[in-house]
């Protein structure tokens, strides 16, 4: 009975694997399993972690050593501007140029407007509208230079 049993079997298993194997003969014909939901990016939900808004990793590194003397940025030197830059960069804007907003290091809509009154002094002829567009980014270049 053994012997029967072990020969059935084996038969069976060979039939299986000729036909495309026993496990996925059935699934075959099965539904398509649905698709998973996409991951959310961590971009996607948090504030960009770095906005240099058009300067370079130099120019950059010059406005954080400028921050650091004057208004309280205590990172790395590392033309990185994130939150810690433009933490110190609110605080200039509040002291001069009406930023109302939280001290929170968000380049917001806030941030750049009062960034944007700022830069009437150094070339920016746009409108005070909160998006930091090439003539913003061009006048911040300009404000950068004359920092000491």
Same mark, same amino acid.
């Given at each position: 009975?053994?012997?029967? @049993? ?6 069976? @298993?060979? &039939? ?9 003969? #059935? ?5 398509? &399993?649905?698709?998973?939901? /996409? &991951?959310? *990016? ?13 300067? *370079?990793?130099? /120019?950059? %590194? ?15 030197? =590392?033309?990185?501007?994130?939150? #810690? ?15 109302? =907003?939280?001290? =929170? #290091? ?6 750049? %407007?009062?960034? /944007? %009154? ?10 005070? =509208? ?10 911040? %270049?300009?404000?950068?230079? *004359?920092?000491?």
């Amino acid at each position: 009975m053994r012997r029967l @049993t072990k020969t059935c079997v084996t038969l069976t @298993t060979a &039939a299986g694997i000729a036909l495309g194997g026993v496990a996925t003969a #059935g699934s075959s014909f099965a539904a398509p &399993a649905p698709a998973a939901p /996409q &991951a959310v *990016s961590a971009q996607a939900l948090a504030p960009q972690a770095v906005n240099n808004l058009g300067l *370079s990793k130099t /120019q950059a %590194k010059k406005l954080q050593r400028w921050l650091n003397n004057y208004y309280g940025y205590r990172g790395s030197i =590392d033309g990185l501007m994130g939150s #810690g830059s433009w933490k110190a960069m609110q605080r200039y804007l509040s002291k001069y140029y009406g930023y109302q =907003d939280q001290i =929170d #290091g968000i380049v917001g809509p806030n941030t750049v %407007k009062s960034l /944007q %009154k700022s830069l009437r002094y150094y070339g920016y002829k746009g409108e005070i =509208d909160g998006i930091a567009g090439s003539g913003t980014q061009a006048a911040f %270049k300009e404000f950068v230079k *004359s920092v000491r």
